[in-house]
């Protein structure tokens, strides 16, 4: 009998190169920065400066299928009109996951927008300025459709990471994994139902910023994470 070839070596090595990569990439640990028995409900508050809930028929959301994985993956939902006697009408939307996945994309205004027949504008990296010094990478773009346009600003949020796309993000879950741990994660979104204009978008800048600093600084790592909490806690 033939002893082993030099193919044999190479492929057990690649064996066991593969086994190494995949016990490196099995999570031993979770990171959620939700506080137990919270919901968002609870940690926005329904008053955020001038502006205050009212109802509304008219937000823009995902339909996944009921049953559906993605339908089961939310833990959370907040969905919320905002309007001000002083300002532009806000539309609020967060989607939670303790577990996040690909899922989290069909959250994503790119995504979303799309599949009920609006096409996407002017899609670029901005940021959010929390307060002097301290600023947090969004996304601006714009829906529009034959009846209705809107302005829209959003960010993710996966572990203590804030990705600006979706390549980003999935490269964030993939560095995580290979830390050995899976992070829950949020998508929270702005919009107001107007053309673009500088006046718009530093209406949604004011109000995200107004409705950071109204949230409790304990539950504030679910929006941002812990690295953008502690540092707005420390200026």
């Known amino acids: 009998m033939s002893g082993p070839t030099r193919r044999d070596f ?3 090595g690649a064996l066991v190169a593969g086994s190494m990569g995949a016990v490196a990439l099995t999570p031993r ?3 959620v920065l939700m506080p137990e028995g919270r919901t968002l409900n609870e940690i926005v508050p329904t008053q955020i400066g001038d502006w205050a ?4 028929a ?3 959301l995902p339909k996944p299928k009921e049953g559906s994985l993605a339908d089961r993956l939310y833990g959370d939902q907040l969905a919320r009109l905002y309007e001000s006697p002083t300002s532009l009408p806000i539309f609020l939307v ?3 996951g303790e577990v996040q996945n690909d899922a989290l994309q069909l959250h994503r205004p790119e995504v979303c927008y799309s599949a009920v027949g609006f096409s996407i504008e002017d899609v670029r990296m901005s940021t959010l300025e929390v307060q002097r010094g301290l600023q947090l990478p969004v996304r601006d773009l714009v829906a529009r459709s ?3 346009v809107e302005t829209i600003t959003y960010w993710t949020r996966i572990g203590d990471d804030l990705p600006t796309s979706g390549t980003e993000q999935r490269l964030v879950k993939l560095r995580q994994q290979w830390d050995g741990f899976i ?3 949020i998508l929270v ?5 107007a053309e673009p204009s500088p006046q718009v978008l530093e209406t949604m800048r004011n109000f995200a910023r107004t409705m950071l600093q109204s949230v409790n600084p304990v539950e504030l790592p679910t929006l941002i994470g812990r690295r953008y909490a502690d540092a707005a806690g420390a200026r």
């Not at 809930?53 to 509304?56: F, I, N, R």
């Open 10 to 12: 190479l492929l057990g």
């Open 29 to 31: 640990g979770r990171l």
């Open 53 to 56: 809930e009212v109802p509304s």
């Open 58 to 60: 008219q937000i823009v």
């Open 94 to 96: 967060m989607a939670y």
């Open 146 to 148: 034959e009846s209705r």
């Open 183 to 185: 992070a829950d994660g």
């Open 189 to 193: 979104r702005l919009s107001i139902p």
